[in-house]
């Protein structure tokens, strides 16, 4: 637990629970799962090795205006393990990331989804103001409290859209240095998407006939809705699958834990999805993901390598992204990182997402900006499947 003193124009938390209701209820921010404080309690309880604060922006009369989600981790720059080992041994040289410990990270935003889900804003608000506001009391935060003083090494904050960036702009007066992430991946459903069958007529022969060998390959496949009935004999395998697709991504700031989902399947019932893949008396697969606002996100996926090719495990999981969406009449299905190309190929388009760091010291902070400048997300060739989309390439 971390105490800071309130200033003028920010309130400081250690643990959901002290955030009166008042201030949920003033914001209105509740019908955003993301800032419910039922899904950050979630999180906060499962995963105790991450320090987690919460600060409540005001104005001249005490009312709140924004809110952010804060979390101190310890990052190990060996978690990066895709396109930048070179990257890292540069910044290990030149004393950026700590040779013999992690970096102690302070992140605003969510570290386990894609998106903008650490701040929300008031929509009465200068939001310019408040991301100036937001970079003040974030300092305030660290440098009030001697032991976070010394510990914070560094200074995330998250996934940005490009639409966002006019405001997020003002970190730059602050220092923070501006760098491109691997893209979300976007699916808009149109409007005469009634049925699955809806959304493939839609596509090109090419995809059309793609998506229906991902079926047949997958055709042994069942599919079961996880509950809070069964999720306890399923968790340790699915445990098991996360762990092989955590190990195998280029990038994770830190690892989920599953038993989050049942929290999470209590508080939002529906509202959160759970599916297991099953092969005879096996489970090989399972999604998660969680309906918010009119979209449905996917978030993390288990999957058995071995057998992912043979049956088509992961393109199948992404045809229930969109199944479930149609069914639900939502309007867009986020994909998140990672696996851009298969994504592209069945809809999906890329959505540029910018994260914003500072390195506590001066001199490393210069060299951070050097090093940022090298980092790009990783190139993909995009997928064009419907055929009111033309591919540039093909005219």
Not at 211 to 223: E, G, H, M, W, Y
Not at 360 to 386: G, W
Request: aromatic content about 12%; glycine content about 4%; overall charge positive.
């Amino acid at each position: 637990m971390i105490f800071c003193k309130n200033t003028n124009t920010a309130l400081f938390f250690s643990a959901i629970d002290e955030v009166p209701s008042q201030i949920w209820d003033a914001l209105g921010c509740k019908k955003n799962s993301y800032f419910h404080p039922n899904f950050l309690k979630s999180l906060e309880k499962n995963h105790p090795k991450i320090i987690f604060s919460y600060i409540v922006l005001v104005d001249h009369k005490k009312q709140p205006t924004a809110f952010a989600s804060i979390k101190i981790i310890d990052f190990h720059a060996d978690s990066i393990k895709k396109g930048f080992p070179f990257l890292i041994n540069i910044g290990r040289k030149l004393r950026v990331f700590p040779a013999k410990k992690p970096l102690k990270l302070l992140i605003c935003g969510n570290t386990f989804v894609s998106g903008e889900h650490g701040v929300f804003i008031n929509k009465k608000q200068n939001k310019n103001a408040i991301v100036k506001e937001l970079a003040e009391s974030i300092n305030h935060f660290v440098n009030s409290n001697k032991k976070l003083k010394k510990q914070i090494d560094a200074f995330l904050l998250k996934d940005y859209a490009q639409e966002s960036l006019s405001i997020t702009s003002e970190l730059k007066k602050f220092n923070y240095h501006a760098f491109s992430v691997e893209p979300n991946m976007k699916l808009e459903l149109q409007k005469d998407w009634q049925t699955f069958d809806d959304y493939l007529a839609a596509m090109k022969t090419k995809f059309r006939v793609k998506a229906r060998k991902a079926f047949t390959l997958s055709v042994q496949l069942r599919i079961e809705e996880v509950t809070l009935k069964n999720i306890d004999q399923k968790l340790p395998k699915m445990t098991a699958l996360y762990e092989k697709v955590a190990s195998n991504a280029g990038f994770n700031l830190v690892d989920f834990n599953l038993e989050t989902y049942k929290d999470l399947k209590e508080k939002l019932g529906e509202n959160y999805i759970l599916k297991t893949y099953w092969l005879d008396d096996e489970i090989v697969g399972f999604i998660s993901g969680i309906v918010n606002n009119g979209s449905l996100d996917a978030h993390f996926v288990g999957i058995d390598y071995q057998l992912n090719k043979s049956h088509a495990i992961y393109q199948r999981m992404l045809y229930t992204y969109v199944e479930i969406a149609i069914e639900k009449k939502l309007k867009t299905v986020n994909f998140g990182r990672t696996a851009s190309e298969i994504k592209s190929s069945v809809g999906a388009v890329p959505q540029d997402l910018t994260m914003y760091l500072r390195h506590k010291k001066t001199i490393k902070n210069r060299i951070l900006k050097l090093f940022l400048q090298r980092v790009q997300p990783t190139a993909f060739q995009q997928k064009f499947p419907f055929k009111n989309v033309i591919n540039p390439h093909e005219k």
